[in-house]
């Protein structure tokens, strides 16, 4: 696979400043995991949001608005749900409405109530708004900038396109809108493999969140400053008293911005950990929720060069990202972003997700059940049928 370094923004002064650095690296100690029982509950309270947002992207853009029932098998792989689509339909009956099509083929399908189609409108508007598009595009933009080819995969962009909050048919929809951002292309020697890469490198993007705010409060910056991570720690965790002299040395160490290319350092240093953290960071500030599935961090470390630095990392700096063991996977949440389990700066996709969340927790009604023939067999649906 073939690289391109992104623009060099440090000085060969600069560049020797940081070879001079000591190389010491962590020291030998282990940092226990503790549970933040604030932000499991961030995490576990948005259990299945992800399936139910992409099972109704996938009714409304159908032309009927609907599927039907007998199709429902395969949505159990293909969205990663925790039972059959149908048990996953009737748990949720304030978000799906199972119901009796119209003859001449009367079968069960599955629609939106009016209340998840309201819902689904106005986020529809937000989605479609100029200032979200240009705020996604530019997130998205950051995102490229982070690599040192300037491109990535389709399949780790989709990986995180909830994340990024992403429309979900954003390469026909968005990056369209964006030809001085975005085209897609070929990943190296592998006609069939395709990749997003950005058009070319946007100065105006290249700063990162924790550089933003240290310039807000100091009037801006020098390179070379010791920006400090905010560090966070639950009630009743302790550091040895090694790791935390270690911390406090490591926080004084000069920040690199992860829109500079810092690979020249040795990667076992403790300056090269820094740099590590402050591209984790950086992702981590570009996800509408400022949260993701560890996997996709590892896997796009990896992608990106950083081998095993992102686990090690998450591992090191507990005070930094957080790691919840919280429905059916792990997942990182960068916890300054939070006030207990609440964001502390909501993004305008996070209060339509948020009333999804409401439908989902609306306790169901009691329903007459009725035994419909599904895919030739036999089977009761707890739903109430009504005609389409």
Known sequence: MAMFTRPVILNNHFCHHFYMQPSRTFVDARVKWVRDAYLDFAVEKEKNLKQIISLKNLIVSQPSKTIPLSTASVYKTIFNLPATAINFFQKYPSVFEIFQSPKPFPLPHVKLTPQALTVHNEECKILNSSNYRKDVAERLAKLLMLTRARKLPLSIIDSLRFDLGLPHDYILTLLPEFPEYFQICNMG?????????????????ATSDLQKRSMERNSGIKRGTAIKFAIDLPKGFELEKKVRIWMREWQNLPYISPYEDAFFLSPNSDQAEKYTVAVLHELMHLFVSKKTEKENLLILGDYLGFGARFKKALVHHPGVFYVSNK????TVVLREAYKKDLLAERHLLMGMRYRYLHLMNQKAKAKRVYGLRVNGSSKHLGSSIKGG
């Open 327 to 330: 429905i059916r996977t792990q």
């Open 189 to 205: 020697d592998d006609s069939n493999l395709f990749g997003l890469e950005l058009v070319t490198w946007r100065y105006d993007l």
